[in-house]
């Protein structure tokens, strides 16, 4: 059952992605940064609350193999010592797989429990999408470095759809449809430095932390960058992010970690 996978690496890589602040940075700014995140995955999900919860462990270029689309698009926007950022992201996956003998399980719609032995032959279309909202102050703000404060919400909107046929001698060929949406909401809060490092490059760190059981048990993103100018409203970034989240509610499992490097390129207003 690993067809879940793919889903959910794109779906949690909805996390910010740095950008460096690529000119002068006085009063109003507002910068639009599309970002790929090559990113690989491993944890337990359940998507679905009567599927058993299955342990996934996946490279980005697996992911990439089942992907119909995906966008991914941050905000960010400055006035005086003000902040305001905003990450969104709409995947769409389509996995198909075959599994078997697999042991004695019931799936969703099938009207009966899969006998031991069975052969399961499933396709998965999953559609997902992703909002981060955070405001905050910018608590020091020198030529030589700035620190952010932020503290906001992180949205997610989960729909799952698999036609699922098993066979056995038991039960003969079934096939079945079931589909499922689910939502949650994490408060998170976090960090942001910055750092000129030359003329036109600068290194920027990024960490948040949130959860605490009002979504998610607990969630963390972790992100380092190199930013470089191009020109005097572009520039480009590259580096690596880290994002765990343990989700666990309703039967619903997304207890998963997801690394891999950044690529972005920012316009800035």
Same mark, same amino acid.
């Given at each position: 059952?690993?067809?879940?996978?793919?889903?959910?690496?794109?779906?949690?890589?909805?996390?910010?992605?740095?950008?460096? $602040?690529?000119?002068?940075?006085?009063?109003?700014?507002?910068?639009?940064?599309?970002?790929?995140?090559?990113?690989?995955? @491993?944890?337990?999900?359940?998507?679905?609350?009567?599927?058993?919860?299955?342990?996934?462990?996946?490279?980005?270029?697996?992911?990439?193999?089942?992907?119909?689309?995906?966008?991914?698009? +941050?905000? =960010?926007?400055?006035?005086?010592?003000?902040?305001?950022? #905003?990450?969104?992201? %709409?995947?769409?996956?389509?996995?198909? +797989?075959?599994?078997?003998?697999?042991?004695?399980?019931?799936?969703?719609?099938?009207?009966?429990?899969?006998?031991?032995?069975?052969?399961?032959?499933?396709?998965?279309?999953?559609?997902?999408?992703?909002?981060?909202?955070?405001?905050? %102050?910018?608590?020091?703000?020198?030529?030589?470095?700035?620190?952010?404060?932020?503290?906001?919400?992180?949205?997610?909107?989960?729909?799952? $759809?698999?036609?699922?046929?098993? #066979?056995?001698?038991?039960?003969?060929?079934?096939?079945?449809?079931?589909? $499922?949406?689910?939502? =949650?909401?994490?408060?998170?809060?976090?960090?942001?430095?910055?750092?000129?490092?030359? +003329?036109?490059?600068?290194?920027?760190?990024?960490?948040?932390?949130?959860?605490?059981?009002?979504?998610?048990?607990?969630? =963390?993103?972790?992100?380092?960058?190199? +930013?470089?100018?191009?020109?005097?409203?572009?520039?480009?970034?590259?580096? %690596?992010?880290?994002?765990?989240?343990? %989700?666990?509610? @309703?039967?619903?499992?997304?207890?998963?970690?997801?690394?891999?490097?950044?690529?972005?390129?920012? =316009?800035?207003?």
């Amino acid at each position: 059952m690993r067809y879940y996978a793919s889903a959910v690496a794109l779906a949690l890589c909805g996390a910010q992605i740095a950008h460096g $602040e690529t000119a002068d940075p006085s009063n109003g700014t507002v910068q639009i940064t599309p970002y790929l995140w090559a990113a690989s995955l @491993g944890g337990d999900i359940s998507p679905f609350h009567r599927a058993p919860t299955i342990h996934i462990e996946k490279s980005f270029s697996d992911v990439v193999d089942d992907l119909n689309f995906g966008g991914f698009l +941050n905000l =960010w926007a400055r006035h005086g010592r003000l902040v305001l950022l #905003g990450d969104m992201m %709409y995947v769409d996956t389509t996995d198909v +797989n075959g599994s078997g003998p697999l042991a004695a399980m019931q799936l969703p719609g099938l009207g009966v429990a899969i006998p031991p032995g069975a052969s399961v032959t499933a396709r998965v279309d999953t559609k997902q999408f992703m909002a981060t909202l955070q405001g905050g %102050y910018r608590v020091v703000d020198t030529p030589q470095f700035t620190l952010d404060a932020l503290g906001g919400v992180r949205f997610w909107r989960i729909s799952n $759809e698999v036609t699922v046929t098993a #066979g056995h001698l038991a039960i003969g060929t079934r096939t079945a449809m079931h589909g $499922e949406r689910f939502n =949650w909401a994490d408060p998170v809060v976090g960090l942001r430095a910055f750092l000129p490092v030359a +003329n036109r490059l600068s290194v920027q760190a990024q960490a948040d932390l949130g959860g605490f059981g009002a979504g998610s048990d607990l969630t =963390w993103s972790a992100l380092a960058t190199a +930013n470089y100018i191009i020109a005097d409203h572009f520039s480009v970034s590259a580096g %690596y992010k880290r994002l765990d989240v343990d %989700y666990d509610h @309703g039967g619903h499992v997304y207890d998963v970690r997801l690394s891999g490097p950044v690529l972005g390129a920012t =316009w800035r207003f």
